[in-house]
């Protein structure tokens, strides 16, 4: 990153979305390296297990946030998720179309409380980790969604139309998976501190078999770097 860049940001506050995985913990670096003051926002949204809570913790305490901020929400209560429905598997092959692991509207939903904490901090800016190369298909992750999103940020809120321009940034969207690794390690980021796996132990251990494993392994693969993912065996 260049010292130019490095100082887009500097001391503006940011929120920063972060789910204890690998590609929120990069976004997470690459804000603070452009000088924001980095406010993380986790959820704790009904899904399958709290490892990556912990792990979002453990990351944001990590990167020098300067608050870390869990919103319970219950998107349980409507499942119609892999993620969110104990009664529906988690598949350990590729899939054809938008697989199981969607979560209905979960990112027009996180974005919008990331907004609304936005707005309170006197934030101009939330970084997202959506990506659009390596991703498991999900509708919520294109850069058309995000654009559509931005533009209705600055017509619902007061700063918007007040003029102070709210932007949704997604530093990963064009990257590989490789290309994100890469990027983190030269931030200094410890993926060991991260947890990807959709159907993780409460240690944090890695099933190694659902997609979200066999892109980040694939990725450190890519990456020409030592994957330091625990796997259950």
Same mark, same amino acid.
């Given at each position: 990153?260049? =010292? ?7 001391? #503006? #506050?940011?929120?920063?979305?972060? &789910? ?51 919103? +319970? ?11 969110? $429905? ?19 509207? #979960? ?31 999900? =509708? $919520?992750?294109? =850069? ?25 940034? +997604? =530093? ?23 947890? &990807? ?18 892109? #980040? ?17």
């Amino acid at each position: 990153m260049s =010292p130019a860049a490095e100082q887009v940001g500097k001391g #503006r #506050r940011a929120v920063i979305l972060v &789910s204890g995985g690998l590609d929120s913990t990069t976004v997470l670096a690459m804000a603070r390296a452009q000088g924001y003051q980095c406010f993380t926002l986790s959820f704790d949204y009904g899904q399958r297990h709290r490892a990556e809570l912990l792990a979002a913790a453990r990351a944001s305490a990590a990167l020098g946030d300067v608050e870390h901020k869990v919103v +319970t929400l219950n998107l349980d209560s409507i499942g119609g998720s892999a993620l969110t $429905d104990m009664a529906i598997a988690v598949p350990e092959e590729e899939t054809a179309g938008i697989p199981i692991t969607y979560v209905p509207a #979960r990112n027009t939903v996180f974005l919008s409380i990331a907004l609304g904490w936005a707005e309170v901090l006197g934030a101009n800016d939330i970084f997202i980790g959506v990506n659009a190369v390596d991703y498991s298909g999900y =509708p $919520d992750c294109r =850069p058309e969604y995000i654009a559509a999103f931005e533009t209705m940020a600055n017509l619902a809120t007061r700063a918007g139309i007040e003029g102070q321009k709210l932007t949704i940034h +997604t =530093p990963l969207m064009d990257l590989s998976k490789g290309d994100i690794i890469r990027a983190g390690t030269a931030l200094g980021v410890d993926y060991a501190l991260t947890v &990807s796996c959709y159907q993780a132990t409460g240690q944090g251990l890695a099933c190694g078999k659902c997609d979200s494993c066999r892109l #980040r392994r694939e990725g450190f693969s890519q990456a020409g770097i030592a994957d330091p993912t625990r796997y259950r065996s």
